[in-house]
């Protein structure tokens, strides 16, 4: 699994978010190295993580993860909040939590009502092999839809895609199953390490009013929301999420 290091400081791993890849940190990395060591992970079957033996897998691939690097605060985006949550919860090594438009569940459930429908994502598994390279435009314009500064978020979303190559498509299959039965609920109240919740107030993909019930569910959680973002909050809102994780660290015990 290829993971980038870069910066210096207190330790920081990133986990990107479906089709994508640790490049796509890039704006938020610039502002972050000079406070932090980054380390910016290619989850399995995206960017240079492309070894078919490695499994899109959250037990698997966070424990992984925690083995190639220090302890450190770990920052999930997306599907990436799923693989930061479970390590939270289960590895010593993660001093903090920052999910970033993620939340433990990502369909809609009767005690689980602001999410998408379970179809959402099922439905894109479908598309998926049908039409590859239209299915993941369609989706990444989901990640800026909404967003005061959508037009260039995305033209920054379409430039990175394949920057590092095209995603594996049964990489993106996995991480679509993963978005649509992974509950992690369960492991909230027990979270030993603190939480920052970051949603965006503009966000079709994840409601932020979910994301607020989950931190609630956290102790020593916070959730802020951002007004003019979507579900990419760095690219379009990077001095915001910057500063957001640089307070946030500074009451992360060392």
């Given at each position: 699994m290829h993971i980038e290091t870069l910066g210096s400081g207190p330790d920081l791993v990133l986990i990107h978010g479906w089709a994508l890849h640790g490049g796509a940190f890039a704006p938020l990395a610039e502002r972050l190295a000079p406070r932090f060591r980054l380390h910016l992970v290619d989850l399995p079957g995206h960017g240079h993580s492309r070894d078919p033996d490695d499994a899109l897998e959250l037990a698997v691939v966070a424990s992984a993860i925690a083995a190639r690097t220090p302890p450190a605060i770990w920052l999930g985006w997306s599907l990436g909040g799923l693989?930061?949550?479970?390590?939270?919860?289960?590895?010593?090594?993660?001093?903090?939590?920052?999910?970033?438009?993620?939340?433990?569940?990502?369909?809609?459930?009767?005690?689980?009502?602001?999410?998408?429908?379970?179809?959402?994502?099922?439905?894109?598994?479908?598309?998926?092999?049908?039409?590859?390279?239209?299915?993941?435009?369609?989706?990444?314009?989901?990640?800026?839809?909404?967003?005061?500064?959508?037009?260039?978020?995305?033209r920054t979303l379409r430039a990175l895609l394949h920057a590092r190559g095209e995603p594996d498509p049964a990489a993106l299959q996995a991480g679509l199953r993963l978005l649509e039965t992974t509950d992690l609920r369960r492991s909230l109240p027990g979270l030993r390490v603190p939480s920052?919740?970051?949603?965006?107030?503009?966000?079709?993909?994840?409601?932020?009013?979910?994301?607020?019930?989950?931190?609630?569910?956290?102790?020593?959680?916070?959730?802020?929301?951002?007004?003019g973002a979507a579900h990419a909050p760095f690219l379009g809102h990077a001095d915001a999420v910057a500063a957001e994780i640089g307070a946030f660290a500074d009451n992360v015990a060392p």
């Amino acid at each position: 699994m290829h993971i980038e290091t870069l910066g210096s400081g207190p330790d920081l791993v990133l986990i990107h978010g479906w089709a994508l890849h640790g490049g796509a940190f890039a704006p938020l990395a610039e502002r972050l190295a000079p406070r932090f060591r980054l380390h910016l992970v290619d989850l399995p079957g995206h960017g240079h993580s492309r070894d078919p033996d490695d499994a899109l897998e959250l037990a698997v691939v966070a424990s992984a993860i925690a083995a190639r690097t220090p302890p450190a605060i770990w920052l999930g985006w997306s599907l990436g909040g799923l693989f930061a949550l479970r390590a939270a919860s289960t590895l010593p090594t993660v001093r903090g939590l920052a999910m970033v438009a993620a939340t433990p569940r990502f369909v809609r459930a009767e005690d689980w009502p602001h999410a998408v429908e379970p179809v959402v994502f099922s439905r894109f598994g479908e598309e998926l092999a049908q039409d590859y390279a239209g299915t993941l435009d369609r989706f990444i314009a989901l990640d800026t839809l909404g967003s005061e500064h959508g037009r260039a978020e995305l033209r920054t979303l379409r430039a990175l895609l394949h920057a590092r190559g095209e995603p594996d498509p049964a990489a993106l299959q996995a991480g679509l199953r993963l978005l649509e039965t992974t509950d992690l609920r369960r492991s909230l109240p027990g979270l030993r390490v603190p939480s920052l919740w970051l949603g965006g107030r503009r966000d079709r993909l994840v409601d932020p009013r979910g994301m607020a019930e989950a931190a609630a569910l956290a102790p020593r959680s916070r959730f802020v929301e951002l007004a003019g973002a979507a579900h990419a909050p760095f690219l379009g809102h990077a001095d915001a999420v910057a500063a957001e994780i640089g307070a946030f660290a500074d009451n992360v015990a060392p």
